[in-house]
């Protein structure tokens, strides 16, 4: 009997592709449902119940720990819950792995808020502020700096292997020039994004929902994004 699929609720953006990437990676079925952030989908009462953060992706495995379904929001926890079901893409060995969790928590804690803000106060914000602009482009360069002298030393950002740590990182810089980056200017960097940007499994990924991401929103949706709407109570 073949595996259920894995219910995917998502939208297409960094942290959204990270686990759009895994599914691929990993070659497990799934299903996608798209969530509109732009329309206020993540408030809806169902996707609540799985998300109660309000935030995409989450998932749903129907064949969840000794087959019982589970539901799990923040995309961290989710790769690592599908590293764990299938046994790839984190290492066994305790050494191995606390260097792989190490620089997912990187993501976690500092690439995505990060860049997340830099891309924020330089394109969207309805007012452009000197000081928001310039602190966090100077935190996306740090950044950057730190993934490059990482990336000196070793072929992927957790050893010599491809992980889930490397899935975490990628999609959050595909946005370097609206973040203030020459990404030209970070060598070793550029090498692995452009290997990482060449797997199957990323452009499968990055394919999904390609079409429904809008440059350009319009007032109502950067009211539900960045607005007071985000806060009530739904």
Known sequence: MPDLPIDV????????????????????PYALHPVNIGAGDQFA?????????????????PAGPDGAPISLFESGAILLYLASKTGRFLPASDRARFDVLQWLMFQVGGVGP????????????????????????????????????RLAASPFIAGEDYTIADMAIFPWLRNWANQGIVLGEF?????????????????????LMAELRKPERNPKEREVLFGKTQYLKR
Not at 50 to 58: E, G, H, L, R, T
Not at 117 to 141: D, T, W
Not at 187 to 207: G, M, T
Request: glycine letters at 4%; one cysteine or more; hydrophobic letters at 40%.
């Open 45 to 61: 009462p169902a996707f609540l119940a799985i998300s109660p953060n309000n935030k995409i992706p989450a998932i749903t495995d």
């Open 187 to 207: 060598p070793h960097l550029e090498a692995w994004f452009n290997a990482i940007s060449e797997r199957p499994a990323v452009q499968r990924a990055l394919r």
């Open 114 to 149: 990060m860049l997340g803000q830099a891309h924020h106060f330089r394109l969207y914000a309805a007012e452009k502020l000197p000081y928001a602009i310039e602190r966090y482009s100077n935190e996306a360069r740090r950044l950057y700096g730190v993934i490059e002298r």
């Open 9 to 28: 609720f998502s939208w297409p953006t960094p942290n959204g592709h990270k686990v759009h990437i895994m599914l691929e990676e990993c070659g497990l």
